[in-house]
T-cell receptor, first 114, second 113 residues
Framework: KAGVTQTPRYLIKTRGQQVTLSCSPI?????VSWYQQTPGQGLQFLFE???????NKGNFPGRFSGRQFSNSRSEMNVSTLELGDSALYLC?????????????FGEGSWLTVV | SQQGEEDPQALSIQEGENATMNCSYK?????LQWYRQNSGRGLVHLIL?????REKHSGRLRVTLDTSKKSSSLLITASRAADTASYFC?????????????FGGGTRLMVKP
């Protein structure tokens, strides 16, 4: 069965622009979460969605937003991009939102802001 | 912010040797998961250990969890060059935390052929 699929894999944006990243979870998985990975801050939780509802949100500014569709696919959006937003953005999915589920990650989307 | 630290930050061994990585965390947890990340790639799930478990095995991997010390270790036996990667532990704090994982800083493992 296909894993977590993220698109695009690589993208370059200019400061001030906005970007939308897409994630398709493993078939049957209803929980999708997003993480940002940078050399300085490591892996940090952005937000989690389950059944189209945001369940948890990390400590990121309001420029970072997301949503989940009825088919469990998710998108995250970053508006007014800053240089510091350059990072690997990872999407993860699991069967449910409860604790103790194995969480599977995609290959990530590399965002470079210039 | 990160839950804790991993130790060592970097480890270099010869093929065939064992590699041990340690992870410490700060708050009570429900579960702890270990992941591997090859350079520039996504995270690959290795093993999940629940707070009421002390040890778990999967192939060449052995994970221990000591909740009294708030620490876990990952042992890779008979390492191979293909094990070269970064290894991360991640914790979740409970049902309300859902799939909100808190990661350690990772251990970079290099296995020399």
């Amino acid at each position: 069965k296909a894993g977590v699929t993220q698109t695009p894999r690589y993208l370059i944006k200019t400061r001030g622009q906005q970007v939308t990243l897409s994630c398709s979870p493993i078939s049957g998985h209803r929980s999708v979460s997003w993480y940002q990975q940078t050399p300085g801050q490591g892996l940090q939780f952005l937000f989690e969605y389950f059944s189209e509802t945001q369940r948890n949100k990390g400590n990121f500014p309001g420029r970072f937003s997301g949503r989940q569709f009825s088919n469990s696919r998710s998108e995250m959006n970053v508006s007014t991009l800053e240089l510091g937003d350059s990072a690997l953005y990872l999407c993860a999915s699991s069967w449910s939102a409860g604790s103790g589920n194995t969480i599977y990650f995609g290959e990530g989307s590399w965002l470079t802001v210039v | 912010s990160q839950q804790g630290e991993e130790d060592p930050q970097a480890l270099s061994i010869q093929e065939g040797e064992n590699a041990t990585m340690n992870c410490s965390y700060k708050t009570s947890i429900n579960n702890l998961q270990w992941y591997r990340q090859n350079s520039g790639r996504g995270l690959v799930h290795l093993i999940l250990i629940r707070s009421n478990e002390r040890e778990k095995h999967s192939g060449r991997l052995r994970v221990t969890l000591d909740t009294s010390k708030k620490s876990s270790s990952l042992l890779i036996t008979a390492s191979r060059a293909a094990d070269t990667a970064s290894y991360f532990c991640a914790t979740d704090a409970g049902d309300n935390a859902g799939n909100m994982l808190t990661f350690g800083g990772g251990t970079r493992l290099m296995v020399k052929p």
